[in-house]
Nanobody
Framework: QVQLVESGGGLVQPGGSLRLSCVAS????????MGWYRQAPGNKREWVAT???????TYLDSVKGRFTISRDNAKNTVYLQMNSLKLEDTAVYYC???????????WGQGTQVTVSS
């Protein structure tokens, strides 16, 4: 079964940190561009960060300098290190993989991140 499984979310105070993980299984992972997305209640899903197969990273402006995306191809895993979390980072976070127009899999269940004092 081809799937992406996210984990690592939780409840954290403003200014805190979390590291999200996304484990890929069922097909080769290393040649996919991987990304993190998030969806807050009542909002559309938005792109957060991307890492290419070669390791090039890009970020949503509002998370630059606070979030870091990385990947470990040996573990078929992509990470999102989130520091200096803000209330507005509260959302369900999802990962996604693409190779050209081909998606790695359907959306997973995501992992909830709640930033609250």
């Amino acid at each position: 079964q081809v799937q992406l499984v996210e984990s690592g979310g939780g409840l954290v105070q403003p200014g805190g940190s979390l590291r999200l993980s996304c484990v890929a299984s069922g097909r080769s992972f290393s040649d996919y561009t991987m990304g993190w997305y998030r969806q807050a209640p009542g909002n559309k899903r938005e792109w957060v960060a991307t890492i290419t197969s070669g390791g090039t990273t890009t970020y949503l402006d509002s998370v630059k300098g606070r979030f870091t995306i990385s990947r470990d191809n040996a573990k078929n895993t992509v990470y999102l290190q989130m520091n200096s979390l803000k209330l507005e980072d509260t959302a369900v976070y999802y990962c996604d993989g693409r190779r050209g127009t081909i998606r790695y899999s359907d959306w997973g269940q995501g992992t909830q991140v709640t930033v609250s004092s």
